[in-house]
């Protein structure tokens, strides 16, 4: 059992940046990938970015790739979203989430067995 809590959410104008941080807990969390997705309102849960559990192989979404940067510390078993230039299209819950990595379906939410609670980020225009 993996257990996974986001943090570092809020309001920021659009052009500015915010953290994200994913804290995993559990025995086998840091042989996990660990993906980001978002979720705005009316609309699909959508994959960001994600970072295999050699914390050096990451792969984003065309949307955010350039702007957002995924990095891991597995000492800490922790997982950031570094997310700068920030649009008012970036405004979403965003979730962490764990599962077994897979080259063609990494970016689908239904291959992740964990997830966490979300945390929201508004980006104003």
């Known amino acids: 059992q993996v257990q996974l809590v986001e943090s570092g959410g809020g309001l920021v104008q659009a052009g500015g940046s915010l953290r994200l941080s994913c804290a995993a807990s559990g025995r086998t969390s840091s042989g996990y990938a660990i993906g980001w997705f978002r979720q705005a309102p009316g609309k699909e849960r959508e994959f960001v970015a994600v970072i295999r559990s050699n914390g050096i192989s990451a792969y984003y979404s065309d949307s955010v790739r350039g702007r957002f940067t995924i990095s891991r510390d597995n000492a800490k078993n922790t997982v950031s979203l570094q997310m700068n230039s920030l649009k008012p299209e970036d405004t979403a819950v965003y979730f962490c989430?764990?599962?077994?990595?897979?080259?063609?379906?990494?970016?689908?939410?239904?291959?992740?067995?964990?997830w966490g609670q979300g945390t929201q980020v508004t980006v104003s225009s």
């Open positions: 989430a764990a599962g077994s990595y897979s080259t063609y379906t990494y970016q689908l939410p239904l291959k992740y067995d964990y």
